[in-house]
């Protein structure tokens, strides 16, 4: 089968969409290499991590080839493109599909993520939400299948268009590969890896911005009794919110307590980072699922979640979830963590089977691929 991929954001993307993208594609060639996946993007960034797709096994990049580049393309030239290579399905990966799709007699599937630009409205200008919004309706009006990344965003685009829920698929979102190896390394080697870092630490991994609740998680390790108070690293995407955080650090003297790291985090330090915490905290007000939180659950970090969203279930049922809204429920879900050996080894153990269990890429490959083959 010929599967083609707006692939955009893998090739172009280093957070939520595009790791979304890259890893849809991995389990796939892993799983199912007897397909050829079409990735098309009208550029790519000059990455290692990106250029790397260009010779993937059992993968084609496809650029534009006619005189419309760019975003152009991609919304109204595509379909055209997509016919000309005799695809037999398209997988819009973010939450679009190209224009004229249906009228081109390929069957089609859009993942959508989440609805945030509806639920946070002053995150976003006002200009975003309605070409978000504009999107968002054209692929679920014209996809064959819809893909969501949680029961919870299941809910929410029932809420806000109207679906058929007899149209919508739940799969939760893979994990990088890596994520399911086990460390080769001491714990001795990963202290001498880490040795820029506090011996004992938290850690927040995600876009540092208002709806991901950096400032909670300050203000919660302020409350912390003082032989509790280890710093927290965060790390993730720079914003304007970040300097609001700043602000904070700066006029309550806890610049002690909060690191950002000076360099970008790839992806074997991350892996170390998730290992070495004392826990992995991330109380945000929205997530359609939190892909950190099963990150941190592979590589054996407790995790304190909030108690909303899709964190409810990508946290499941061995982290402790918070009100993300209460800096003093935070705090004692943290405390809880520190200071309760059992409970913290029970989150470990627990939270690492659940995660292999439930989002085990080869489940996910399994599910994705019998979407696919419902269209055929």
Not at 16 to 32: A, F, P, Q, V, W
Not at 43 to 56: G, P, T
Not at 301 to 329: R, Y
Not at 350 to 369: C, D, I, Q, W
Request: proline residues 5%; contains cysteine; hydrophobic residues 35%.
């Amino acid at each position: 089968m010929n599967i083609g991929f707006d692939a955009k954001r893998l090739y172009n993307n280093f957070t939520g969409l595009g790791n979304h993208s890259r890893t849809t594609i991995d389990i796939l060639t892993n799983y199912y290499p007897e397909n050829t996946y079409y990735l098309y993007t009208p550029k790519v960034k000059q990455h290692n991590m990106m250029l790397s797709y260009l010779d993937k096994e059992y993968c084609q990049t496809m650029f534009p080839k006619k005189f419309i580049k760019g975003s152009i393309w991609r919304t109204f030239g595509m379909a055209s493109d997509l016919k000309r290579d005799k695809i037999d399905l398209f997988h819009g990966l973010s939450n679009e599909l190209p224009v004229g799709i249906h009228k081109c007699n390929i069957p089609s599937v859009v993942t959508i993520h989440d609805v945030a630009f509806k639920s946070f409205r002053d995150m976003y200008h006002w200009q975003d939400c309605k070409i978000y919004d504009m999107k968002w309706r054209y692929a679920i009006k014209h996809a064959d299948r819809i893909i969501v990344i949680s029961e919870f965003t299941k809910q929410e685009l029932m809420r806000y268009y109207n679906i058929d829920e007899s149209r919508i698929d739940i799969l939760y979102q893979p994990v990088n590969p890596s994520f399911y190896e086990e460390s080769i390394l001491s714990q001795e080697e990963i202290n001498k890896q880490l040795s820029a870092y506090p011996e004992d630490f938290m850690l927040y991994v995600g876009s540092i911005n208002s709806r991901k609740n950096l400032l909670g998680i300050v203000k919660a390790i302020e409350l912390l009794p003082k032989d509790l108070q280890i710093p927290v690293i965060a790390v993730g995407d720079n914003s304007c919110y970040k300097a609001d955080v700043q602000q904070y650090i700066a006029s309550h003297h806890l610049e002690h307590l909060v690191i950002f790291p000076d360099h970008r985090i790839e992806d074997n330090e991350l892996h170390l980072l998730y290992q070495k915490a004392r826990v992995f905290v991330f109380p945000s007000f929205y997530e359609g699922f939190g892909l950190p939180v099963v990150e941190a659950l592979l590589k054996g970090c407790p995790v304190v979640t909030s108690n909303v969203s899709g964190l409810i279930e990508a946290g499941g049922p061995f982290s402790l979830h918070a009100d993300p809204h209460s800096a003093e429920d935070i705090s004692n879900k943290i405390k809880m963590v520190l200071t309760d050996d059992d409970l913290r080894n029970e989150m470990i153990s627990g939270g690492k089977e659940f995660a292999m269990n439930t989002y085990h890429p080869s489940v996910l490959a399994e599910r994705l691929m019998g979407i696919y083959n419902s269209l055929r």
